[in-house]
């Protein structure tokens, strides 16, 4: 049974900074690509970053140059460094876990809550 479980959200102020942590079990955990995906109220949710199991990056532009994503193989575990938080971030912010070569992420978290406040 695949878990994704993440921890780390809260409560900030606006240019302040927040780590997440997402820690996989069920799985062969190097061999997924892990995402970060947000999803503010009342809009869809939307990508954040991700790393391949070779450790390539992607981000979106919105936080591109704020955000970083790493993962721990050794831990089964992704994270994402936020700096200079915005309002804008706020959001409930989800883990996601997707097989080699797969379009759509196999596996997700329950989310956890990132309120930045201005």
């Known amino acids: 049974q695949v878990q994704l479980v993440e921890s780390g959200g809260g409560l900030v102020q606006a240019g302040g900074s927040l780590r997440l942590s997402c820690a996989a079990s069920?799985?062969?955990?190097?061999?997924?690509?892990m995402g970060w995906f947000r999803q503010a109220p009342g809009k869809e949710r939307e990508f954040v970053a991700a790393?391949?199991?070779?450790?390539?990056?992607i981000y979106a532009d919105s936080v591109k140059g704020r955000f970083t994503i790493s993962r721990d193989n050794a831990k089964n575990t992704v994270y994402l460094s936020m700096d200079n938080l915005k309002s804008e971030d706020t959001a409930v912010y989800y883990c996601?876990?997707?097989?080699?070569?797969?379009?759509?992420?196999?596996?997700w978290g329950q989310g956890t809550q990132v309120t930045v406040s201005s």
């Open positions: 996601a876990a997707k097989r080699k070569l797969r379009i759509s992420y196999d596996y």
């Open positions: 069920g799985l062969t955990f190097s061999s997924f690509t």
């Open positions: 790393i391949t199991w070779s450790q390539t990056t």
